[in-house]
C-alpha cells in the first residue's frame, strides 16, 4: 500500500481527533522518524514529549528484547497481582520523585489516567478527612489531559460510587491567573475571594505545554505553593510532560523547590510505550479496597521499558544535556531547558512555518494558539541538533 493510500484509508477509518494525514510514519530511531519512502525527518517533538531519550534506545530496546525472548508477550494485571518487575519499577519512582514523605505508588497506562487517579486519592482523603474541601485551583492556559465521566456511568459495585465518587466527581473547578515570567499575573491575590476552607488541591504545570510553553515565574509560583500549603491544600504538579530532563532536571519541580503531595508521570517515563504513574505520599492512601484500580497498569513489559528509562534518565550526559540546552535557548530563547517555543502573530504564520520545516525535515507540532513547541531528544547529538536549527533558520 502506498504512502497516499495509506492516508487516504487513515482519514476514512478514523475518529477525528489531532490526526496530520498528510505523509505515514512508518519507523523512528534516534532523532528521526520517517516515512515509508524512506525520508528522514527530525522529530522536533519527540512524538509530543514521549522520547526525551531518542526513539528505540538501545538500552530500553535490549531490556524489552530480553523480557520477550524469556517470558514471551503476556499481562499480569498488576493492581491484581504483584510481580517483580512492578515492584522494582515502583522502587525506582519511590527513589527519584520529590516527595519528602513515605510514598506509594498507582500505575496505569497515559498521562491522564495518572491525573484521573490523583483526583480520586484528593477526593477521598477529604471525603473521610475534610469533606468540605471540594475545590480545585487549576491554571488558565492549564492541559491535563482528555478523558471525562465514566466513574459516573458505573453501577455494579457501591464501593466505585460512595461518597464523592457518588455520580462522578463533584468538584467545583476554579482557575487562576497563570504566573508566567512573561506577565506580571499573581494568582496568590486572586485568592481573596476563594473560600480557603474549601479548597482540596492545586494541579498544576511549571510549564504550560499544549498551553503554549508558557513558564512559570519561580517566586510567584513558590510564593502562591507556600500559601496554599500552610492552609491546608494538596499540591499536585502535572509532570507529564516537563519530567524525564525534559526541562533541565529529571522534574521541573526541582528547579522550583517544589515539594508535592502527589505527582503525576507519563509520556517519556515509558521508553516509548504507554504508561501514567501516581505517586502519592502515603497518609494519603485509599483506605478501602477497590476505590480505585484499572486492568493493564503495571503490565510487565511495560514495567520494564520504564525500569530502562529511568536508568538511562540518571545515567544521562548531563554536559550533553547542558550543551544541547545552551544551543536551542539561543534559537528559542522562550521556555525551560528543552522545551521552547517560538510564537507567531497567527495561526496561519504558524502553520505555514510547519509546513515549510516539514517539507524540509523537520517534524513541529503546535502548541497554544499561535506556538510551535521545539522538543528534541534532550540527549540528541550536539551537531544534530545544530544542523536541524539551521533547517528551522531557513524556514521563517
Known sequence: MNQERLCELAKKYSVTSTQDFSFEIAGANGPFVR???????????????????????????????????????FHIAGND?????????????RYVTPINFGKKVFLSNSGTEAVEAALKVVMDYHFRNDPKRTIVLVFRGAFHGRTLGALALNASKEV????????GPPLKIIHLSFPDI???????????DVP?????????????GEGGINTADPERMAALLNFLRSVGVLIVPDEIQTGMYRTGTLFACEQYGIEPDIICLGKSLGGG???GATVIEEGLDFQERGRHSNTFGGNPLICVAASQAIEVALNLNKTKLERNIRVLSEFAPE???MMRRKRFESVEARNAYMAKALEKGVLLIGSGE?????????????????????ILRTCD
Open 182 to 192: 512573561n506577565t506580571d499575573a499573581d494568582p496568590l491575590a486572586e485568592l481573596k
Open 81 to 93: 497481582y504483584p510481580h517483580k518487575w512492578m515492584v522494582e519499577l515502583m522502587q525506582k519512582l
Open 196 to 208: 480557603l476552607e474549601k479548597v482540596a488541591a492545586i494541579v498544576f504545570e511549571i510549564v504550560q
Open 160 to 167: 466505585h460510587r460512595r461518597g464523592f465518587f457518588q455520580s
Open 370 to 390: 499561535k506556538n510551535v513547541r521545539f522538543m528534541p531528544p534532550v540527549n540528541i547529538e550536539n551537531s544534530l541538533l545544530s544542523e536541524a536549527i539551521d
Open 273 to 275: 510505550l504507554p504508561i
Open 335 to 337: 521556555g525551560l531547558g
Open 35 to 73: 516515512d515509508s519512502s524512506g525520508k528522514r525527518y527530525y522529530d522536533f517533538h519527540s512524538m509530543v514529549g514521549t522520547a526525551n531519550f531518542g526513539h528505540n534506545h538501545p538500552q530500553i530496546r535490549k531490556a524489552v528484547r530480553c523480557f520477550v525472548r524469556e517470558y514471551g508477550v
